[in-house]
């Protein structure tokens, strides 16, 4: 994918020299914003509709092919410049949908060819037919429908065929972590991330890495570091090391995850914070790019999804790294969450989503799930489609992820209570109605 999309993006960079737009490069998203502000404008004329994902829109290669880019583009350079604040949101949308159109073209392909929708799983639990429909609607809305998937778990036929069938992102819950990757200093070990990204790959899924950087899963030969030199080495050399290795195979990664306090007033005070201070992000965060230029690179954290003094200092965070020309290309609002339609609500994390936008930065909802603890499968179902539509309204939202595919092997399960049900699919891997929560908002309903 990696290799497809920046050959994609290179010819696009060269076919914007040929219209005479060459924008200063930061990251790959601010590369597609600030080429397309210039280019965009005149091109939509002879695109047609374009933008919407749809048929038409989703290959934006294709308006350029029409080959008369080139004749606008002297009207284009007036209206890019008049045009360019307002311009940022659509045509980065466009940016994120040359991103997700090769994702979306293939599961419309995978979706008509590979899978017959009725095909029963082998133990003939799984209803693959019901299931695909939610990787359709997610490829109709533009946008991807994602799991948290287990390595473990793969070998299970039902919970193969359902995360196959119903979803066409993946995150791997532990397996490309640092203690799972390089749980001895320089001994990578790739074993479990690379057979979630051999399924992705027999499936027509995209994969995003998680996670590179992170405070917690951190094996003792690192948590054991006390000198600020050999922790800098090593966190750079573990980036470069787990991204290269992945290059071509995800098409993002969660950089760092959780780095700021829940507080909101600092940075989290982890190994990283108090040795290498808070220019860590940024070195990361450059390594990761410098190891793979064409993945996504997402800052990763929870309790920042609407409004409050967390999310806020996560704003200004990223927008301090975009200032310092940090290949940051978006935000991961994970959303562990309950029912009620509170902490937050679908209004803040819009607002939230908005300001990033704003940004230039694309923006996913990670890990979401819905505990419904001391609630009922019927909110529940209300929740995941409010917060899920949010996601489809938003231009710059690539993705939502629900962090698991079953109840049975939530991370939830006797953590917040014994049975916290949070997802989409029950024990059973039978669809609950929060699935039709998630299916109506793809389909806009
Ligand atoms: O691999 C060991 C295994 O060898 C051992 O036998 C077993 C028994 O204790 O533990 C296994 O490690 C567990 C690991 O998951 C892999 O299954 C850890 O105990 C367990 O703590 C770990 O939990 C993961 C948790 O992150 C760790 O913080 C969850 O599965 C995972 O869902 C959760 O995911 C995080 C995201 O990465 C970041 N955001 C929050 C989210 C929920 O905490």
């Not at 949070?422 to 929560?437: E, I, M, R, T």
Request: net charge negative.
């Amino acid at each position: 994918m990696n290799r497809a999309r920046r050959r994609f993006s290179k010819s696009l960079f060269d076919r914007r020299a040929q219209l005479g737009c060459v924008p200063v490069l930061r990251t790959f998203a601010s590369l597609m914003i600030l080429s397309a502000a210039a280019c965009r404008r005149d091109g939509a004329a002879v695109g047609g509709t374009g933008g919407g994902l749809g048929s038409t829109g989703g290959a934006g290669g294709g308006r350029l092919d029409a080959g008369s880019g080139g004749q606008g583009s002297e009207a284009g350079g007036e209206a890019g410049a008049a045009g360019r604040a307002d311009a940022t949101v659509d045509v980065a949308r466009d940016a994120a949908v040359d991103v997700r159109s090769d994702a979306a073209l293939e599961v419309r392909r995978d979706a008509a060819l590979d899978r017959p929708g009725d095909a029963a799983a082998s133990d003939g639990s799984v209803d693959a037919g019901l299931a695909m429909t939610l990787r359709a609607a997610a490829a109709q809305a533009g946008r991807l429908i994602g799991a948290a998937v287990g390595a473990s778990h793969l070998s299970e036929a039902a919970y193969a065929t359902t995360a196959a069938a119903a979803f066409d992102f993946v995150t791997p819950e532990n397996e490309m972590k640092w203690d799972a990757t390089e749980p001895t200093q320089n001994v990578f070990t790739f074993a479990g991330g690379d057979a979630i990204t051999a399924f992705a790959q027999q499936n027509g899924m995209k994969v995003k890495g998680h996670t590179l950087v992170w405070h917690s899963q951190l094996p003792a030969w690192v948590s054991g570091i006390t000198d600020a030199t050999a922790l800098h080495d090593a966190m750079i050399n573990h980036v470069t090391q787990v991204a290269s290795h992945y290059r071509g195979q995800v098409i993002a990664w969660d950089v760092v995850n959780e780095a700021v306090d829940d507080d909101g007033q600092s940075l989290r005070d982890s190994i990283f914070y108090q040795y290498l201070g808070a220019g860590y992000i940024d070195d990361a965060f450059n390594a990761a790019h410098a190891a793979d230029p064409g993945a996504l690179l997402l800052y990763n954290d929870y309790g920042a999804e609407g409004a409050g003094a967390k999310s806020d200092y996560v704003y200004s965070m990223v927008k301090g790294m975009l200032a310092r020309g940090v290949p940051i290309n978006g935000v991961g609002l994970q959303m562990h969450t309950g029912p009620a339609d509170t902490s937050p609500s679908a209004a803040e994390v819009a607002a939230n989503m908005q300001r990033l936008e704003a940004l230039g930065l694309n923006v996913v909802i990670s890990e979401m799930d819905v505990q419904i603890c001391a609630s009922d499968v019927d909110t529940q179902k209300t929740r995941f489609h409010d917060i899920v539509a949010v996601c489809a309204a938003e231009p710059l939202c690539l993705a939502v992820t629900v962090w698991g595919v079953t109840d049975k092997y939530s991370w939830l399960n006797g953590v917040s209570c014994a049975t916290p049900q949070p997802l989409l699919f029950d024990d059973n891997y039978a669809p609950k109605p929060a699935f039709g929560g998630v299916l109506e908002a793809l389909l806009g309903l």
